[in-house]
Every structure is written in C-alpha cells, then in structure tokens.
C-alpha cells in the first residue's frame, strides 16, 4: 500500500534559546536552537514544522501558547497574545539538544525580522510538532518543489528519499546567489530571469507509474500547479500541495487556500 500515514506527537511547549546563526545564502539565516526542554522532543517525517513563539520587540520572553484538549487555544481573556509562525524542523540533533531552523531573511512580519536580528542567547518558544504525514519511500516517481520558504523540507525530502529513486526537483529562488548544495541534484528556478514555480510545474509532465506529488510555497502561485496535476487525474492521497505564506497577508493559515 502506498497511503500516506498522519502520526500524532505529544504537545510540549518548550523555551529554547539561540546558540548560534550561520548564514546559508543572502537571504537564508540558519538559527540553531538549544536547550533543556528539546529532550523528548520528536519529529518524523521532512516537512515537520512547529510553532515558533517570538518575543515582543523589548522583551527578553516570548508569550508562551495556552494548550487545552484540542492543542493549540487562545489565551484567557486579558492575557497577552502570542505571537507566532510556522518553521520546518531543519535538522536535529537529540545528543546535542539541538535543532536547526532555516529562516527566509525579509523586514515585514515579527517572524523575518526576528531573524534577522536574532543573537545567541536570545529566547523563543516552539510547540510541535503536532503530527507527522508518514509517505511510503516506495513510489516509482516523486516531484517536488519548493519556493525559499519551503525548501528546508524539500532538502530534507531529498535526504531521506532512497537513492536511486526517480526524482524531479524545482526549486525557485529570487537569484543565483540562493542556490544551495543539497544532497540531490533539483532544477533552480530563478525569479530574476522571469522563472517561477507556477510557470514550470503547471505544464510539467508526470512520468508513468504510481507518483507522489510534494510542493510548498507562496498560496496564489500554487494554484495553477494543483489545478494541472488534479486534471492529470492523479491520485488526491498523492498529492501534498500547501501554501506556507501568502504575499501581503500576515500570517496563516494558508493551508484553508488549498482547496
Ligand atoms: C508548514 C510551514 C512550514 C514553514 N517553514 C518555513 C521555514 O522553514 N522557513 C521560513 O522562512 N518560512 C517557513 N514558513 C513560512 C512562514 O511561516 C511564513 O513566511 C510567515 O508568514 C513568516 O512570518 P513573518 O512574521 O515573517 O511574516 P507575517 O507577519 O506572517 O507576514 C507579514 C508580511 O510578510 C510577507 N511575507 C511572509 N513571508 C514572507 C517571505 N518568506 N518572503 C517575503 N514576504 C513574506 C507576508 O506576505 C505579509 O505581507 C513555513 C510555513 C508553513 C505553513
């Protein structure tokens, strides 16, 4: 069977603090994260976010979430507001009590500019991740593609996919300058030479076999590509299209474009 399997994780809050930043491209920061409260933290699958909780600008702690029976809920009356964005699990590294995030550089919400100015020592929260979607490595064929946002996963993806397997990767970036070495060949769509997610897999060709279709990015530029691959007919179980954030909207949830 190739049914994607969804499995749950506990919801811990946990305050983490930055120990050090390394620049992956110009516009692409690596925050690493550690602490104490990253024991018993899991994740399983590549696209795995969490959560990530930033202080108000001044305050040395960020508000943390208030959790009920249903996960994440808003705060008592009166209480402060969280503030918080979604972030892929770059990489993590349990012995050293560490986990990785890529963060896209940009000055317009809480969650950019936290990054960029983010300094070892300083705190955030995470909460997540709440569950993991399991897909079979065993498909004949697996496309992906990714815009900056979404190409942590995506090099995840590419890590965990068995070698050997037939892979198309596209990749789109504002330049040359956002390339950066992954552990598979992919295709760099460059936005300064007019190259776009949206014009290149809305007219891809899939290959014959059983396929899985991977692919994250800005909302509106996702629509073209999951009205091409839905009148293909391929399989909807096959299929994970997800807008991670929407030009001039603040914050999520994307994810309710999707249809
Ligand atoms: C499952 C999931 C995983 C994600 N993983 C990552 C990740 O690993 N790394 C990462 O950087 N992002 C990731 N994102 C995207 C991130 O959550 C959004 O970009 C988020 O909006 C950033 O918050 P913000 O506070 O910076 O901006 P917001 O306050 O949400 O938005 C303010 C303004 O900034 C614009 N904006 C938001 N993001 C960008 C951007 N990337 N470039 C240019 N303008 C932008 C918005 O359109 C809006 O006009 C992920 C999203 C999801 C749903």
């Keep these: 069977m190739k049914t994607p399997e969804l499995v749950w994780h506990d919801?811990?809050?946990?305050?983490?603090?930055?120990?050090?930043?390394?620049?992956?491209?110009?516009?692409?920061?690596?925050?690493?994260?550690?602490?104490?409260?990253?024991?018993?933290?899991?994740?399983?699958?590549?696209d795995d976010h969490v959560k990530v909780f930033f202080p108000e600008p001044g305050?040395?702690?960020?508000?943390?979430?208030?959790?009920?029976?249903?996960?994440?809920?808003?705060?008592?009356?009166?209480?402060?507001?969280?503030?918080?964005?979604?972030?892929?699990?770059?990489?993590?590294?349990?012995?050293?009590?560490?986990?990785?995030?890529?963060?896209?550089?940009?000055?317009?919400?809480?969650?950019?500019s936290w990054a960029a100015r983010a300094e070892p020592g300083d705190k955030v929260g995470i909460l997540g991740p709440r569950g993991s979607t399991l897909v079979p490595y065993t498909f004949d064929w697996y496309l992906l593609g990714a815009d900056e946002t979404a190409l942590p996963a995506l090099a995840a993806w590419l890590e965990r996919l068995p070698a050997g397997v037939r892979t198309m990767a596209y990749v789109e970036v504002a330049d040359a300058a956002e390339e950066q070495q992954l552990a598979a060949e992919v295709r760099w769509l460059h936005r300064d030479r007019g190259e776009t997610l949206a014009s290149v897999l809305s007219t891809v060709e899939l290959p014959p076999g059983d396929g899985y279709v991977w692919v994250a990015g800005e909302a509106t530029g996702l629509k073209p590509i999951r009205r091409h691959?839905?009148?293909?007919?391929?399989?909807?179980?096959?299929?994970?299209?997800?807008?991670?954030?929407?030009?001039?909207?603040?914050n999520l949830d994307h994810h309710d474009d999707d249809e």
């Design 59 to 112: 305050a040395e702690l960020p508000v943390m979430p208030t959790l009920g029976e249903e996960g994440l809920e808003p705060p008592p009356p009166g209480s402060p507001l969280p503030t918080f964005r979604d972030y892929t699990v770059r990489h993590l590294r349990p012995g050293l009590r560490e986990l990785d995030i890529d963060f896209v550089l940009h000055e317009h919400g809480p969650g950019g």
């Design 11 to 46: 919801l811990t809050p946990r305050l983490l603090e930055v120990r050090r930043t390394t620049r992956i491209s110009p516009r692409m920061l690596r925050v690493t994260l550690g602490g104490e409260d990253l024991d018993g933290f899991s994740h399983a699958a590549p």
């Design 229 to 250: 691959i839905r009148a293909r007919g391929h399989n909807r179980d096959w299929a994970e299209i997800d807008g991670y954030w929407k030009r001039g909207v603040v």
